[in-house]
């Protein structure tokens, strides 16, 4: 039975007992090569005295300015086993949200990936006293500052191996001393509203998931685990990396999400964390190349299809037909996945037995269609202040729609208003240095977790939608518009939606469009462009997504209904903060953007008077 109290308990154990077994994978000179868990444990020694010996200590912050590689891990290890504390920023911020991270954090150091996270910090004009020194992960340091070292990964290793000669007996001390109350990182929210707030996570929180996790899911020792979500979030930094160290799984590092497709045929990963995005990509994606596929092999794949979601609609009702009927639908069925879904399955490296999404909900479409072709995705619920999971689905016991039931330690319960509400080990302290925010976010003992949501007889739970997002229209009915924007993923045309409507006679919505699925409409139906983003105003665009909003329209009660719509000629991105790293819309920050395209939507007397002027 696992006895760990924290994560650094749990990692230096898996360094003693399994030191000969591969820890993580990455790529070096374009290929994948494997760090054994003693060589990983000597890493995190040197990096962990390496940090001492420049003033790192019991209570220090630490950033990591990175996208995932196994320098940020062995930053973030080194860090936790010194008793400091890990403040993770998102590689994609920008200067001033950057600056504004790492003086509210108080951290003293921050570890950076290469030159372009470098020249963020100093593009600061002011850099906060507590700040003494930058560890550079790759490539050469320019000369120190007056008021900031700057040094490089070799740099901080080499410190290492000087000062562990003179402190070894005192760095094990600091290690074995790690209890689960202390502070192990301070996680601040990306959110898509608002300035963001440091999440204190303790490492009893961590070690409280690890367990609740390992009771509801099955982990082999010949798992692998492909990492390719930020580490900054808390749900691929807990659900991915301490994970695989509570329980001695390989973790494979991916080289950037543009090549995962690849990394999964060059690891064969058996688990992998997602959001429905990157579901939703693939599907398109497999749509897209299908369409361009000749005749003979389309209608295969149509077939597949079409008898795969048949046998999961009839699965109850072949349980009572003759024994013949059942032979003959799983002959066909065993033929359609030699046929196609094998080779789909190929494409994601063949050994996947567990696929995870969570961030937000998945639309059905994409779940039914993984489902369709043998890869079953288990959905799953949790916020950074709940050290990421609340509950999951498991493979065995998996309701889709709903994020499954609460995990072991953790209690839930629904407001007055619908609100669900969280208690247990998982759940954090505080917000750092803002108390306000941190008495507002409890009542009674229970995190409020802004979410509304419902819990069935059997303990599933149903996220319906942000708390904060609910639209009340003029009418005074409630719309909740992810459940409207989450009919149009997946869809071939449709890259993101954004419903608005609150306080309005009737609801309307703003649409990007997917590019592949531009391209592959214009080439069916021979329409010239000189550049994709002519497409979006082409009349048979917008007939063919009116068609879509009328037919998503069909399921809805008439005050949910989408009345108009707007297209935008480029997609929303993380670069261009419309997005969060996790790939949700900011929906406050876009309405806000487009606010003009979306009141144009509606006569000029119907909208709202605010502070005496009409809105424009």
């Known amino acids: 039975m696992e006895t760990s109290k924290t994560i650094v308990d749990a990692f230096w154990k898996q360094v003693r007992e399994k030191a000969d077994k591969p820890a993580i994978l990455h790529k070096v000179k374009g290929e994948y090569n494997s ?15 390496g940090l001492a010996k420049n003033g790192i200590e019991q209570g220090s912050h630490v ?3 990175s996208q995932p590689n196994p320098r940020w891990t062995w930053s973030d290890l080194a860090a936790l086993s010194l008793k400091a504390v890990t403040v993770p920023i998102y590689p994609t911020l920008a200067v001033p949200e950057v600056e504004y991270l790492i003086k509210h954090s108080d951290c003293r150091c921050i570890m950076v990936e290469d030159e372009a996270q470098l020249h963020k910090v100093l593009q600061i004009s002011t850099l906060p006293e507590k700040l003494k020194f930058v560890v550079l992960m790759k490539g050469e340091a320019p000369p120190s500052r007056p008021d900031l070292r700057i040094m490089t990964w070799d740099d901080l290793l080499k410190d290492g191996e000087i000062y562990q000669l003179a402190h070894k007996e005192f760095l094990e001390t600091l290690k074995n001393s790690v209890g689960p109350e202390d502070l192990a990182s301070i996680v601040y929210t990306s959110g898509t509203t608002g300035v963001p707030k440091g999440v204190m996570i303790s490492h009893g ?6 367990r609740a996790i390992g009771d509801r899911l099955e982990f082999k020792e010949q798992d692998l685990v492909l990492s390719f979500l930020p580490l900054s979030h808390v749900y691929e930094r807990v659900g991915g990396q301490f994970l695989c160290i509570y329980f001695g799984i390989t973790m494979a590092y991916a080289e950037a999400i543009e090549t995962v497709p690849r990394n999964m045929v060059e690891t064969h990963p058996t688990i992998i964390n997602g ?7 693939a599907y398109q994606r497999i749509q897209f190349e299908s369409k361009k596929l000749p005749k003979p092999q389309q209608i295969l794949i149509r077939w597949a299809l079409s008898l795969g979601r048949k046998y999961q609609e009839d699965e109850k009702v072949l349980t009572t037909k003759p024994s013949l009927v059942k032979q003959l639908h799983q002959a066909e069925l065993r033929a359609a996945d030699r046929l196609v879904f094998s080779k789909i399955r190929r494409r994601f490296g063949g050994r996947l037995r567990m696929l995870v999404s969570g961030a937000a909900p998945l639309p059905k479409e994409v779940q039914d269609f993984f489902e369709t072709i043998g890869l079953t995705i288990v959905e799953g619920y949790g916020l950074t202040e709940t050290c990421a999971p609340v509950a999951c689905n498991t493979p065995a016991q998996n309701r889709p729609g709903t994020v499954g039931k609460p995990l072991m330690g953790v209690e839930v319960k629904i407001a007055a208003d619908g609100e669900l509400l969280v208690k247990g080990g998982s759940v ?9 925010a941190t008495a507002e976010a409890f009542e009674d003992g229970w995190f409020k977790t802004g979410d509304i949501a419902e819990i069935d007889p059997d303990g599933f739970i149903k996220i319906k939608d942000r708390k904060k997002d609910i639209i009340i229209t003029a ?7 992810q459940f409207i924007e989450n009919l149009f993923k997946g869809d071939p045309l449709i890259s993101h939606c954004l419903v608005y409507g609150d306080r309005r006679k009737f609801i309307t919505c703003l649409f990007t469009l997917h590019k592949d699925g531009l391209k592959a409409f214009a080439e069916k139906n021979k329409l010239n462009f000189k550049e994709i983003e002519e497409l979006t105003e082409h009349p048979l665009v917008r007939q063919e997504i009116e068609r879509t909003v009328n037919q998503k329209n069909e399921g809805l009660a008439n005050f949910e209904r989408i009345k108009r719509f707007a297209l935008l000629d480029r997609d929303f991105t993380i670069e261009d903060n419309e997005l969060t790293p996790t790939f949700k819309v900011k929906r406050k920050l876009v309405t806000e953007k487009y606010r003009q395209v979306l009141d144009a939507l509606y006569p000029e ?3 709202e008077v605010e502070n005496g002027l009409q809105k424009r």
Not at 428 to 436: A, M
Not at 475 to 481: D, E, F, L, T, W
């Open 63 to 65: 950033a990591i300015l």
């Open 605 to 607: 007397e119907d909208l």
């Open 275 to 281: 959001v429905p995005r990157f579901y939703e990509k």
């Open 475 to 481: 009418g005074g009915k409630h719309v909740a518009p």
């Open 428 to 436: 954090f302290s505080g917000y750092y240095k803002n108390q306000e």
């Open 205 to 210: 929180n961590i070690i409280s998931v690890c």
């Open 35 to 49: 760090v054994i868990w003693r060589e990983h444990g000597l890493i995190v020694d040197l990096a962990m005295a």
